[in-house]
């Protein structure tokens, strides 16, 4: 036998051997830690294994490892995987477009001082997560609204920081296995409610009650912390965009959705918040350490941008009540910028000082020749917001806004059938609007009796209209227990200011990006011929799905309503995303809603459920 002779042939091929392999691990080492985003897309556990026996609750697909090359649909070509890589447990919260460890991977040149490193930076799509973003150890389906606006699972959030941080002021509160809003801030230590209907009694609004009997509907709170102050006035018929960075105060805004309340993340930085203008009756700031002052104003501007003809600023804030030099330097310069501006006192008690936008442009053209800031230029269309830089100038008025000392809107709940009086900036009739307004209606009852089997009245809170239009798909689940993010592309008509017209709220996206969101935010997604509209861009279908299942909380639904052949494509994918039909039905109405003008190939109605499932690695954590 030969085992164990000498041999310098093979000692030589050993260590070349042994070489080799030190070389790829040394560079494997260098690969990896120079981009955290290629571990991302290394299978969870680093082996090449099945999401379906590595997931609680999922079906084993009896080893069939093999994989359909391509399917053909007409003139397009679909890649198909059976299954997607699960991202490393540390990407469980990842928000792609606002990654920071993607900013200094890239070594962007951003400037800090103007807050621009919480902006939106979206990875090139060979730099893009392509797995599933696994929830953290012990996760559990949320806690149902309204029990949820006051208390939810801390293992969904498994974050308490802020409840060190802010325990003087009762933002929340950890009780064993579950966190606590007390509905406290930093202003409103003894609860949102009364602060609430302090300000309504500020302004001698009936009953203390802030939605003064229907005129105020739609609010803006910047800096809002954990939401309890929009989480409250939703009692009084009052939708409020909460809106915070994912900054120091890390997981407020996942804190806000995890409880059932609209919230966004955002930064006023140096682009325009994706609002057109007019779009709020109030904006908020309690404490929310904005500088006002910085380049001109221009936060402040960006701020009467979205306000409506008489609309309000509710500021409680140390420069409006201290009396030291340094806020008191601070009080004076604000006040005197809010007085170029036009802006009033409507009235200040206490800790809080409320400002009142003018209802016409009458004070902008009586101001003297070259007072600051300026009128912005008559070409700079204010609803253009995608990627538009901040201008330090004051918007003016519509013609139609100022004739009319107002938005002319109808109060709440009139308002949300109303026909907008923007709708002739689109060239769309009365007729259009109310024929559109009961066609939606109609859909959601049929959308609804689809689910009916898994759906009950608090299955659902948080919902998306992927595509919104007009609103109506929103517009019609009123008498549900839910909100609505009404989501409207900045490549087609800028209907998101009838969005709000309407009394409802909502945000610009392009699809071909990731959404700003934190993972597991949503219960439903609408998507109407979204993917079809993708596809045509020449964007990731792939990329898409992932990124609706990123959004998505498990055992939350996606109603999706595309051409038929669009649909049998996605059906592909089920399996390698873990979700489960609900329900399929062709669409047979007709209607402009449901008919591809061009090929003249029908809808389906596709509605489909993200199971539940956890990594190995989370089940083993979780025992």
Known sequence: ??????????????????????????????????SSQGASALEYGR??????????????????????????????????AKSFPVCDDRHSEIIPCLDRNFI???????????????????PPPERRFNCLIPPPSGYKVPIKWPKSRDEVWKANIPHT???????????????GLKIAFPGGGTHFHYGADKYIASIANMLNFSNDVLNDEGRLRTVLDVGCGVASFGGYLLASDIMTMSLAPNDVHQNQIQFALERGIP??????????LPYPSRSFELAHCSRCRIDWLQRDGILLLELDRVLRPGGYFAYSSPEAYAQDEENLKIWKEMSALVERMCW??????????????PLSNDCYSERDPGTQPPLC???SDPDVVAGVSMEACITPYSKHDHKAKGSGLAPWPARLTSPPPRLADFGYSTDMFEKDTELWKQQVDSYWNLMSSKVKSNTVRNIMDMKAHMGSFAAALKDKDVWVMNVVSPDGPNTLKLIYDRGLIGTNHNWCEAYSTYPRTYDLLHAWTIISEIRSKGCSIEDLLIEMDRILRPTGFIIIRDKESVVESI??????????????????????????KEDGENNVVFIVQKKLWLTSESLRDTE
């Not at 890239?106 to 939106?120: G, I, Q, T």
């Open 344 to 357: 009033r006192i409507a009235v200040k008690r206490n800790q809080t000082v409320v400002w009142q936008k």
């Open 161 to 175: 920081h802020l409840a060190k941080e802010k325990s003087d002021q009762n933002w929340m509160v950890e009780k």
């Open 571 to 596: 059906k592909k994918y089920m399996q390698a995303l873990h979700w489960e039909i609900v329900a399929s039905e062709k669409v047979t109405t007709g209607s402009e809603l449901d008919q591809d």
């Open 377 to 379: 230029r008559s070409d």
């Open 104 to 122: 200094y991977q890239m070594r962007l040149k951003l400037d800090l001082s103007l807050m621009e490193h919480y902006e939106r930076h979206c």
């Open 1 to 34: 036998m030969m085992r164990g002779r000498s041999d310098g042939g093979q000692k030589k091929r050993l260590i070349a051997s042994v070489c080799v392999v030190a070389l790829f691990v040394c560079f494997f080492y260098m690969y990896y830690d120079s």
């Open 263 to 272: 919230a966004y993340l955002g930064i006023l930085g140096t682009k325009r």
């Open 47 to 80: 082996s090449l294994r099945k999401l379906g026996s590595s997931y609680l609750g999922g079906d084993d697909d009896n080893g069939d490892t093999k994989q359909d090359d391509s399917v053909s649909n007409g003139e397009d070509s679909f890649a198909v």
